[in-house]
């Protein structure tokens, strides 16, 4: 009897984790369509200042670890996939407020906090129900599936948003995504849910940080600005098109698809802590690459330096899940994000009061030290 209790509750993790797969697979599609070019469609399209583009995602980024908790709290009361379920309509009216920005003029900050807000829901509802659907002894094999699948279904997604921008325009790539948006979530509709009993203590939260941890989350956190944000806006400066700036988008995930199912699987069977570690410096070196960068074929070299970096550090990713104590997991997701958005926040602002993209990658770079203490 116990022999079958372990297999069926074996069976039932393994179903969620290919609901997960199949999810971010088709999310990740959708979002790797569009992702890249939002700075671009607000600043080039749209005629907003640097400034002002920059300024619509600092609240975006405050909006999502302030709306994190509440997240939490909606997670107890529907369950973890639910959760992210409901972050798919605030996802599809930010697109599309964005598109009638044409049109109507809806303050941008707005736009910001149901974006914000949207990704808060889903961020928080898909790491715990990974965490819950995911194996510690094959964690690492398990993290580089996600995210290999998120690679690979995301590969090219970016060189098709760029087509498609060339050809029809952002409406009709808007409106692609929201349809597979859509799509994905009907993916999580079956095979149940998990709901952990959870109520918010400001007391128990804050003894719940982990210093060391929250230094290299904000570390982290600067990464994604970089990465998501300042990166593709210095680099479509010297591209000057969306089809040369999706192929890069194609260059990285194709790279760090690879390696990060391979790296990850590997990692399993060696020390998690001692790779990360090693690749620190590849981290550090990618960044300094970027701020060098002048020329076209310069941006292609960084960009795919930077695949094989993020490829070879995918046990970072699964370090993240390991570390989490599932006795008190909303706790640790609500603080990761917490001070992921402190680095997110901070290299956008370092950006605003210097206008430096060199200085903001350098920056970003050297923060990678952090990883010494996750």
């Avoid at 005629?47 to 302030?66: A, D, E, R, Y």
């Avoid at 044409?102 to 149901?114: K, N």
Wanted: charged share 10%; proline share 3%.
């Amino acid at each position: 009897m116990a022999h079958n209790h372990h297999y069926l509750h074996y069976f039932f993790l393994k179903t969620h984790l290919r609901q997960i797969y199949t999810f971010v697979g088709l999310h990740a599609f959708a979002a790797s369509m569009v992702g890249l070019f939002v700075p671009l469609y607000l600043h080039v399209e749209l005629g907003f200042s640097l400034s002002v583009v920059l300024l619509f995602f600092i609240i975006q980024k405050i909006v999502l670890s302030l709306v994190t908790p509440l997240a939490a709290l909606c997670a107890t009361k529907i369950g973890t996939k639910h959760t992210v379920l409901v972050s798919l309509p605030g996802s599809a009216i930010t697109i599309g407020l964005l598109y009638l920005l044409r049109i109507y003029s809806t303050p941008l900050w707005l736009i910001a906090s149901i974006s914000g807000s949207s990704i808060a829901f889903l961020w928080f509802g898909l790491h715990t129900s990974f965490v819950f659907s995911s194996h510690k002894k094959h964690r690492g094999e398990e993290m580089g599936k996600r995210v290999g699948a998120a690679m690979v279904a995301g590969m090219f997604a970016p060189a098709l948003g760029g087509f498609i921008i060339s050809i029809f325009g952002f409406g009709s790539l808007f409106l692609f995504y929201i349809l597979l948006l859509f799509l994905s979530g009907v993916v999580l509709l079956h095979n149940g849910d998990y709901k952990p009993q959870y109520t918010f203590s400001l007391t128990r939260f804050s003894r719940s940080i982990h210093w060391p941890y929250a230094v290299y989350y904000v570390a982290r956190g600067m990464e994604i600005s970089a990465g998501s944000i300042l990166w593709p806006l210095f680099i479509y400066s010297i591209l000057t098109d969306y089809l040369s700036l999706g192929f890069v988008g194609f260059l990285v995930s194709c790279i760090s698809g690879i390696l990060f199912y391979i790296v990850g699987k590997r990692s399993d069977k060696t020390k998690k802590r001692t790779i990360a570690r090693l690749c620190m410096p590849f981290r550090l070196l990618c960044w300094v690459f970027r701020a060098a960068v002048s020329l076209p074929i310069h941006v292609f070299l960084a960009s795919g330096f930077a695949g094989f970096v993020y490829g070879i550090s995918s046990p970072l990713s699964s370090m993240q899940y390991d570390n989490a104590d599932k006795k008190n997991i909303y706790d640790y997701f609500i603080y990761r994000e917490l001070f992921l958005g402190i680095g997110k926040v901070s290299v956008l602002l370092f950006f605003l009061l210097t206008q430096n993209f060199a200085g903001a990658f350098l920056w970003t770079g050297f923060a990678q030290i952090a990883i010494f203490l996750f």
